[in-house]
Protein backbone atom coordinates (compact mmCIF):
# COMPACT_ATOMS: atom_id res chain seq x y z
CA UNK A 1 0.00 0.00 0.00
CA UNK A 2 1.14 3.25 -0.93
CA UNK A 3 -0.30 6.97 0.05
CA UNK A 4 0.57 10.36 -0.74
CA UNK A 5 -1.26 13.73 0.61
CA UNK A 6 -1.13 16.98 -0.62
CA UNK A 7 -3.34 19.80 1.03
CA UNK A 8 -6.06 19.17 -0.89
CA UNK A 9 -5.87 15.42 -2.31
CA UNK A 10 -4.76 12.33 -0.55
CA UNK A 11 -4.39 9.15 -2.66
CA UNK A 12 -3.75 5.79 -1.67
CA UNK A 13 -3.06 2.66 -3.57
CA UNK A 14 -3.52 -0.78 -2.38
CA UNK A 15 -3.38 -4.24 -4.08
CA UNK A 16 -7.12 -6.24 -3.36
CA UNK A 17 -6.30 -9.30 -4.59
CA UNK A 18 -3.36 -10.57 -7.38
CA UNK A 19 -4.10 -8.24 -10.25
CA UNK A 20 -5.92 -5.72 -8.91
CA UNK A 21 -5.41 -2.58 -7.72
CA UNK A 22 -7.94 -0.07 -5.41
CA UNK A 23 -6.93 3.61 -5.84
CA UNK A 24 -8.88 6.27 -3.35
CA UNK A 25 -8.86 9.64 -4.19
CA UNK A 26 -9.77 11.67 -1.63
CA UNK A 27 -10.57 15.58 -1.92
CA UNK A 28 -9.92 17.71 -5.17
CA UNK A 29 -8.76 16.66 -8.38
CA UNK A 30 -7.49 19.56 -10.35
CA UNK A 31 -4.81 21.58 -12.01
CA UNK A 32 -2.78 21.62 -8.38
CA UNK A 33 -3.51 17.90 -7.45
CA UNK A 34 -3.95 16.14 -10.66
CA UNK A 35 -0.20 15.52 -10.20
CA UNK A 36 -0.23 12.83 -7.51
CA UNK A 37 -3.45 11.43 -8.97
CA UNK A 38 -1.52 10.83 -12.05
CA UNK A 39 1.42 8.74 -10.20
CA UNK A 40 -1.02 6.75 -8.47
CA UNK A 41 -2.87 5.64 -11.05
CA UNK A 42 0.64 5.28 -13.25
CA UNK A 43 1.99 3.04 -9.98
CA UNK A 44 -0.64 1.32 -10.05
CA UNK A 45 -1.41 0.22 -13.18
CA UNK A 46 2.19 -0.88 -13.48
CA UNK A 47 1.71 -3.53 -10.96
CA UNK A 48 -1.84 -4.79 -12.28
CA UNK A 49 -3.60 -5.05 -14.95
CA UNK A 50 -6.88 -4.13 -13.23
CA UNK A 51 -7.21 -1.04 -11.70
CA UNK A 52 -10.53 0.64 -10.03
CA UNK A 53 -10.45 4.40 -8.56
CA UNK A 54 -12.67 4.95 -5.70
CA UNK A 55 -14.00 8.43 -6.00
CA UNK A 56 -16.51 7.92 -3.40
CA UNK A 57 -14.68 10.64 -1.31
CA UNK A 58 -13.99 13.57 -4.13
CA UNK A 59 -15.15 16.73 -3.49
CA UNK A 60 -14.40 18.29 -6.53
CA UNK A 61 -13.11 17.37 -10.43
CA UNK A 62 -12.10 19.66 -12.94
CA UNK A 63 -11.57 19.22 -16.84
CA UNK A 64 -8.04 18.17 -16.24
CA UNK A 65 -9.13 15.74 -13.37
CA UNK A 66 -11.09 14.20 -16.35
CA UNK A 67 -8.43 14.09 -18.43
CA UNK A 68 -6.18 11.90 -15.81
CA UNK A 69 -9.11 9.68 -15.74
CA UNK A 70 -9.32 9.16 -19.38
CA UNK A 71 -5.48 9.04 -20.07
CA UNK A 72 -5.33 5.83 -17.67
CA UNK A 73 -8.23 4.31 -18.78
CA UNK A 74 -6.30 4.63 -22.38
CA UNK A 75 -3.57 3.34 -20.59
CA UNK A 76 -5.51 0.15 -19.50
CA UNK A 77 -6.80 -0.50 -22.67
CA UNK A 78 -3.12 -0.18 -24.57
CA UNK A 79 -2.04 -2.72 -22.09
CA UNK A 80 -5.00 -5.02 -22.51
CA UNK A 81 -6.05 -4.18 -18.77
CA UNK A 82 -9.07 -2.50 -17.60
CA UNK A 83 -9.49 0.66 -15.59
CA UNK A 84 -12.98 1.73 -13.72
CA UNK A 85 -14.47 3.89 -11.30
CA UNK A 86 -15.98 3.59 -8.46
CA UNK A 87 -18.93 5.09 -7.00
CA UNK A 88 -18.05 9.02 -7.51
CA UNK A 89 -19.64 11.43 -5.63
CA UNK A 90 -22.35 14.00 -7.09
CA UNK A 91 -20.03 16.48 -7.72
CA UNK A 92 -17.99 14.49 -9.65
CA UNK A 93 -20.33 12.41 -11.79
CA UNK A 94 -22.60 15.32 -12.79
CA UNK A 95 -18.70 16.72 -14.20
CA UNK A 96 -18.23 13.09 -15.70
CA UNK A 97 -21.73 13.51 -17.96
CA UNK A 98 -21.61 17.11 -18.81
CA UNK A 99 -18.51 16.47 -20.77
CA UNK A 100 -19.50 12.76 -22.04
CA UNK A 101 -16.94 10.95 -19.83
CA UNK A 102 -19.37 9.03 -18.20
CA UNK A 103 -19.97 7.31 -22.02
CA UNK A 104 -16.62 6.70 -22.10
CA UNK A 105 -15.33 5.54 -18.40
CA UNK A 106 -16.51 2.17 -16.79
CA UNK A 107 -18.54 2.99 -13.31
CA UNK A 108 -18.82 1.16 -10.65
CA UNK A 109 -21.50 1.90 -8.15
CA UNK A 110 -21.73 -0.39 -4.62
CA UNK A 111 -24.07 -2.96 -5.04
CA UNK A 112 -23.62 -3.26 -8.20
CA UNK A 113 -21.55 -5.96 -10.32
CA UNK A 114 -21.86 -4.53 -14.06
CA UNK A 115 -20.32 -0.85 -14.52
CA UNK A 116 -22.08 2.01 -16.88
CA UNK A 117 -21.77 2.20 -19.76
CA UNK A 118 -22.40 -1.83 -20.65
CA UNK A 119 -20.35 -2.49 -23.22
CA UNK A 120 -20.38 -6.88 -23.58
CA UNK A 121 -16.32 -6.72 -23.10
CA UNK A 122 -15.88 -3.89 -20.54
CA UNK A 123 -19.11 -4.94 -18.78
CA UNK A 124 -17.45 -8.39 -18.06
CA UNK A 125 -13.47 -7.22 -17.12
CA UNK A 126 -15.31 -4.30 -15.07
CA UNK A 127 -17.69 -6.94 -13.28
CA UNK A 128 -14.23 -9.38 -12.27
CA UNK A 129 -13.08 -5.99 -10.84
CA UNK A 130 -16.04 -5.20 -8.54
CA UNK A 131 -15.95 -8.71 -7.50
CA UNK A 132 -12.75 -8.09 -6.01
CA UNK A 133 -12.25 -4.05 -5.39
CA UNK A 134 -15.07 -3.92 -2.77
CA UNK A 135 -13.35 -5.97 -0.16
Same mark, same amino acid.
Given at each position: ???? &??? /? #? %???? +??? !???????? =??????????????D??????????????????????D??? &??? /? #? %???? +??? !???????? =??????????????????????????I???????????????????????
Open positions: MSTC &VQA /L #L %ACEC +RSV !ALGYERVS =AVGEIDLATGAWLTALQEAQARAQSVVLDLSAATFIAGG &VRI /L #L %AADT +RAR !AASGTFAI =ADPTSPVERVLQLVGADRVLAILRPGLSPEPATTIRSTAAAAIARTAWL
